[in-house]
């Protein structure tokens, strides 16, 4: 059986998910790490994730097949000179950061090009650090590849087999297209939601009332503006160009919806809640698409001792397993509301039923 070798440089939540996932899915592979945490390279030494552990990117990376960039991006010109000078002619070089236009830049200038893949899995955690990681995050995540023109035909192939192995989806992209898409699906909700946020912050009342009553929906729409500072602050200046015309255009949408709003403007104004009703409707419903959707039921209960527990010991009776479990307070009423998600339609299907009979009134959510 063939042996495969894959070197990381830095080993933190992302790093250290693929290096677990490889670790689970990939037979005979060999790790090779470093990171500037060297409690990171350790604790992956311990639980048998990392095979060597480097003290600096040196001759340990020199056998490797695969080579993972995944150190912060103000690294990566440092990184790419050292990498060249230890990697084999036939190490595929990739990285795991979510702008792809600057890296590429870099690898042209190192000239590496026939060698370099860009990577980005899209998957991620609010949690930080190689502890923090896990194999299963990569699990029907999209994972974006951007080779080089460069690049052979056959390692790209190689490269995607082993994505999939890995229990991800790998799409292949121009890494410009990638930037653009991105820059629409990501980093402007992100640039939006810290606005919102500021923008509710500056006009709350000395006694912060809107901050005291912010639920729903404000919550769902602003929960990315909890992300890091740091990592937005290089994401907003490796992908500025994207993100700057789109949130033109978005502006723009803005303002005619102002002007709809002065304008008492029914007809448009409904035209713009429903044509986005049933585009967000498509994301779910779409059958084409890889990833499943999510299994999940909410339930009003009564915020008292024991009404949790009624309902978990239900389904545990009926051995339907919970994926994953949270309440929402209402600060509207004395209430909360149970959020559940299941493993499966069949599951779900069987909860709500359980739910129904003893008099809750369980809702599907997206």
């Known amino acids: 059986m063939s042996h495969t070798t894959c070197g990381f440089i830095g080993l933190g939540l992302i790093g250290g998910s693929i290096a677990r996932a490889l670790k689970k899915y990939v037979p005979n592979v060999e790790i090779v790490a470093y990171d500037i945490n060297r409690e990171a390279l350790l604790l ?29 991006v103000q690294k990566n010109d440092a990184n790419l000179a050292a990498v060249k000078s230890v990697m084999k002619p036939d190490c595929l070089l990739t990285d795991v950061g979510s702008v792809k236009t600057a890296i590429h830049e870099a690898v042209r200038e190192a000239g590496l090009e026939s060698r370099f893949i860009g990577g980005h899995p899209m998957a ?41 192995k890995m229990g991800a989806i790998p799409l292949v992209l121009d ?14 909700p992100h640039v939006i939601a810290a606005s919102l946020v500021n923008l509710v912050r500056e006009h709350d009342s000395e006694d912060g009332i809107m901050k005291m009553v912010a639920a729903g929906g404000f919550k769902d729409i602003t929960r990315i503006a909890s992300s890091s500072a740091a990592m937005w602050q290089q994401i907003c200046l490796t992908n500025g160009s994207n993100i700057s015309s789109l949130l033109t255009d978005y502006i723009q949408s ?94 779900l299907a069987e909860a709500a039923g359980l739910l129904a009979a003893e008099g809750y009134a369980p809702r599907t959510r997206a």
């Open 124 to 164: 991620g955690s609010e949690r930080v650090g190689f502890a923090s990681s896990k194999s299963s995050l990569l699990e029907n995540a999209y994972y974006i590849l951007t080779p080089t023109a460069a690049v052979p035909p056959r390692k790209l192939e190689d490269y995607r087999e082993l994505v999939a």
């Open 44 to 72: 992956a030494k311990e639980e048998a994730v990392a095979d060597v552990i480097a003290d600096a990117i040196d001759e340990s990376f020199a056998g490797c097949d695969y080579l993972f960039l995944c150190a912060p």
């Open 175 to 188: 890494y410009r297209k990638h930037d653009y898409v991105t820059a629409a699906i990501s980093h402007l």
């Open 254 to 347: 803005l303002t005619e919806f102002r002007e709809q709003l002065d304008g008492k403007k029914g007809d448009s104004l409904y035209g713009q809640f429903e044509s986005a009703r049933v585009y967000r409707d498509s994301f779910i419903s779409a059958s084409s698409g890889p990833i499943k959707p999510v299994y999940g039921i909410s339930v009003d209960i009564d915020d008292k001792t024991g009404a949790l527990a009624r309902i978990v010991t239900l389904l545990a009776e009926h051995d339907i397993s919970i994926k994953n479990i949270g309440i929402t307070h209402n600060r509207e009423s004395e209430d909360g509301v149970l959020k559940l998600e299941f493993y499966g339609e069949g599951a």
